[in-house]
C-alpha cells in the first residue's frame, strides 16, 4: 500500500488512546502506535491494519498506563471539586443563622409544592389510566335558543349511541349508563341504600376497564335483571366477596336481580363514580324508561372512535348526524355535541355532571402559589447571600487572586444552593411524611394514595430541587463571582452599595405576594360566610328530611306516614316532594316548551319542575307572594304554581296579576294558582332556577319533617319507629336540611382551606427572611448602636432606627399589591352569581396583620441589640 | 526477598534493551523480540513491562529524535542501569548455578 493514499487509524480508537492513557505517557505510546500502524501497512491492508489498531488501543488499556481516576472522574480541571463541598460546610457552620433560616424555609417550601404538585397530577390523572382514554368521547346535550346555547346538558336521548354506531363507521362501540339515584336494594331481611347505580351496556365493562373479578362476562347484560356489584358493596351486603349467581331484591320495583359478576370498586380518579350497575334493559322493565324516547334525556352517552379516526373525523360525522336528527323532527333547538373523555373532569361543568367536576383554573391558581412560595423562599436565600457579600467578598478577592476562574467561584456558589437544597429536600420528605394524613384529608386526595411509591413524586422531587437550586444559586453566583479582587482586597467595596437596591426590591415583591395571598384567602372565607349567611327564601334549621323511595303503591302509605308522625306534639309539619332545596339540580326533572297561552313568542327556557303537596309552602317556610298554595282537601287538577323567576322568564312583571293566567304545559293547558318568592336551589355560586310547583299526585321521594324544640336525638328516634311501622322493608336513611345544603359549600371550603394553608406558609417564610435579614443588619450595625448609645440615644429610638428601613419597604410593597389584589379579587368574586361587595378592611385588615407580625419579627432581634449595655457591645469585632 | 524482582518477560525485554542500545525505543524493542522468540507480542504488554521496570529503577529513559513515520511523535529511548545490570548477572548465575546441579539431567534424557 503506497503511502501516498495515507490511510489513517481509526478517529475514535485515537481518541479513546488519547482520553485514556496517562498524560506522561501519550506522546511515546502514540508515536509507538503510529509507527507501528505504518509497519502493519507493509503487509496488511488498511481495514485490516486499522482494526488491529482499534485492537491494540484495547490491549493498551492498563492500569499503569492509564490515566488516574480521579482525573477521569474530574475531566476538567476548572469543574467540581469535592473541597466545594467541603468548603459550603464551612460557610454553612459560619453562620447558622443563615443555614437555618434558608433550610427552614427551603423546607417547608418544598414540602408544600409537592404535596400541591401531588394534587395536581391526581386532578390530572382522571381517565388516563383507561385503556381508550385518548379514544373516548362523551356526547352531551347543547340547548339552543336560535345560535346561542342557553344551557349544556350532560345527558343525552337513549337511542343517539345506538345510531351513532350504525350510521358512523367513526364510531366503534359506546355504552350508555343511565343514573339510578337512591336505591335501596334487599337480602333477606336487611336493606341497604345503593346512593349510585347505573343501568349500563356490556360494552361498559370494556370501555371504563372493570374486568369481572369473578362471574362470566359472556352475554352479561344483555337481559333485564342483571347486575354487577363492587367489591366495598359486595362485602357490606353479604359479608363475602364470593356473591355471582346469589340475587338481590329492588324493593321500590318489586324485582329480583341475580348477581352475574363482581368488580372492582370504580376508580378514585374517575369522573363516574357507583357501588353498583345494573344491566340497561332492566331501564325499561323495571324503572320506566322507554328505549326509544326522544323526550327524556337523562342518561350518559360514551363512544369508542376506531384507531385511525381522528376526533375532527368524528366530529364531521356528528354534525352530518345532527343535520339527520332535524330532518327527522327528533330534536329542536337542541344539538348533540361531544367532550373528549380524558377532558371532563378538568373542563366540562354542565348540568346533570354524573360526580362534581374540579376546576381548572382553581387548579393552576395552587400551581401559581405553589411556585410563588418556592421563589418566595428562594427570594430568601438571595436576599440572605447577597447581603452576606460584605463578607464573602474577601473571599473572593483572595481565591481570585490565587488563581481561581469566575467558573470556578460559580461552581462554588452553586454547590452551597444545592447543597442547602438537598437538605431541605430531605426535611421535606420528613414533614411529607408527618403531616400526609392531614394534608390528604384537606386536599380531598384518596387515603390509599401513595406518594413516594410513585416515579411521579421524585421525578418532581427532583424537578423542584433543581430549580430552587438554580432560582436561588444563579443570583449570589454570578453577582459575587464578579468582584473585581484589587478593589475587594484594598478594602474599596465596603462602601460600594451593591445588591442593596435588589435586596430591597425583592423584600418588596415578597410581601407585595404575601398581601395578595392573605387578602385572598381573607375574601374567599368571608364569600363562603356570606353565602351561608344569605337568606335563602326558606328556613333549613329543624327540618330533617326522610328519604321515602317506596315504590309505586307509596300514596297511602305516604299519606299513613304522614298522619302517623302528626300525632307527635314533637312534629310541627310534614310535606312529600320530589326534591328539596339544596339536592343537586341533577335530580330535579326539566321542561322546555311551557309558556303562557297569550304569549306573543314561544319561549325555549329550560323550566324545573316540583312535585310537592299541599304542605311544602309552609313546612320549608317559604313565602307565598301572591295567589294560594296547593289545597289540602280538594282536588288540585290543572293548578300550578311559579317562582318569581319563572314569572319573569314568562314576561309577567307584577306577581300578583301572574294568578289565574293559563299555561300550555305539554299538552295540558294549566292556571296559575300563587307565585312562590324567589329561595336558592343550590348554592349562591349559582343562579336562581325558574322553578314550577306541580301538585303532588303520585309517590314523592322525600318526606320534609319540621321539628319543634326539642332533643332532636329522641325526634330521629321517634320518626325512625314510626317509619319501621309504614315501611318494614326499606332502609332509614335521612339527612338534615342544613347539612345538606351546607354540603354545596365543601369545595369552597376546601380551596379556602388550602389557600389559607399556602398563605400561612408563605407568611411564615417571608418572615424567616425578614428576620434572616434583620439578624445580619443588626450584626453589622453592632458598634453603631453601641456608639449611639453612649451618645444617650434610647432603646426606643434605637428599635425605631433599626426597624424603619424595612417597615418603609413594607409600606412600599403594600401600595404596589393593594391596586393588583383588588383587581383579582373582585375577579375572582364574579365568578358567584350571588357575591358580597369588596370591603375596603378585606386590604387593609391583612395589611396591618402583617405589619404587626414583621414588625414583631424585626422587634425580636433588635430589642436585645438596642438593649445590650455599650461596653459589650463595642467590643464587638 | 525484599529486592525488587524481575519476571520473565521483563527479562527478556530488558535484555532486549541492552542489545539495542541507542535504539532501544517502543517499537524498536518489540520488533526485535518478535524476532528473536518468534511471537507476536502487544504494543500494551511491551509499553507496560517498561513503564513497570522504570519505576523499579532498572530503566532510565530520554525522549530522542522524532520521525514522520511516528508522526511527527518523538521516541523514548530506555537504557539500562546499573541496578539492572547487576540483577542480570545475578539472575544468569543462578541460572547456571542451578543447571549444573542437575547432574542427572543427561541420564535421564538417556532413558527417553
Redesign the interface.
Known sequence: MSRSSNPRPPAWALRLLRFAIHRD?L??????????F??QLEDRTPKQARRAYAF?VF????P??MSSLSRLTNPDPSGFHLSNIKMAFRVFRLDKVYTAVNILGLSTAIAISLFVLLYVNFEFSYEKGLPYSDRMVRVTLDILEGETVTEQDCGTYPQVGPQLKEKYPEVERFTRAHPIRSLTIGVGDKYFPVPKAYGVDPDFFDLFHYPFLSGNRQNAFLAPGEAVLTESLAFKVFGTDDVVGKSIRLPQHKQNYEIVGLIEDSRENSHLSFEMLISFPSMKRDFNQSDETWNQCNLYTYLLLPEDISYSQFQGSLKNYNEFLLEEKLLEDERIISEMMSDIHLYSSKYYEPDENADYSSILFLLGVALLVILLANINYVNLSTAKSLDRAREVGIRKAIGSSPRQLRIQFFTEAFIINIFSALIAIFLLLIFEGPFKSVLGLPAQIRFYESLFFWAMLLGVVLFSTLAAGAFPAFFLSAFQPIAVLKGQFFRMGKGIMLRRSLVVFQFAITLLLLSQTLTSGEQVRYMLGQKLGFTTDQVIVVKTQNGRAGLEKQKLFRSALMQHSAIENVTFSNTMPGRSSLEISTTTGVGLVNAEKENNYNFYIYLTDYNFLNTLEMELLSGEAFYENRPNENLLLINEKTAELFGIADPKKAVGQMVNFWDEKMKIHGVVKDFHQSSLRSEILPIIFLPWRQHTDFAGIRLNEGNVEDQIDLIRKEYAEVYPDIAFDFFFLDEEYAKQYELDRRFQKISGLLTGFAILIACLGLYGLTTFTVAKRTKEIGVRKVLGASIGQINLMLSREFMRLILISFALSIPVTYFLIDRWLRSFAFRMDINPWLLVLPAVMILLIAFLTIFSKTLKVSKLNPVVSLRDE | MKKSRLGEFEELVLLTVLVLKEEA???EI??ELESRIDQRL????I??AL??MEQKGFLTSA?GE??A???G????IYSATTAAHTVLAEMKEIRTNLWNAIPNLKLGLQFV
Open positions: 505517557y506522546e511515546e505510546i502514540e508515536g509507538d502506535m503510529e509507527e507501528w505504518q509497519d491494540e490491549k493498551l488499556l492498563r499503569n498506563l | 525505543y517502543g517499537t518489540k520488533r502487544s504494543v500494551g504488554s509499553q507496560s513503564k513497570r525522549f522524532a520521525t513515520k511516528r508522526g511523535k518523538r521516541k523514548r
